[in-house]
């Protein structure tokens, strides 16, 4: 990871932005250790996790936006890294509604 793509630095993990961007303020949240992937966190780490992932959800509701995180799980893949993408509050779906209207 290039230095100045590091926003934050934290015990387990840093916040940086993506080489190539999928779409406007795309994040990364990656682990500082090697790790496979995020199922694999102690409680402590996973605390820092948690505190990330508010802190992204809370700056992007100031903005009228939730946040959406996703993973890539591969055999090939070594270093675990959490994708953050931020949605519009006014698209997300009730899942119980959509379940619902699939029935």
Do not use: W
Not at 64 to 76: C, H, Q, T
């Amino acid at each position: 990871m290039e230095s100045h793509l590091i926003v934050s630095v934290g015990e387990s993990f840093y916040c940086a932005l993506p080489k190539g961007s999928l779409v406007e303020d795309h994040i990364l949240i990656i682990p500082i250790e090697h790790l496979p992937n995020t199922l694999v966190l102690s409680p402590e780490v996973e605390s820092e996790l948690s505190r990330y992932q508010n802190g992204l959800r809370n700056c992007y509701k100031s903005q009228g936006n939730d946040a959406v995180f996703f993973e890539l799980v591969s055999k090939r893949v070594s270093h675990a890294n959490l994708q953050v993408r931020k949605v519009p509050i006014a698209n997300q779906v009730d899942l119980f509604e959509f379940k619902s209207y699939l029935q």
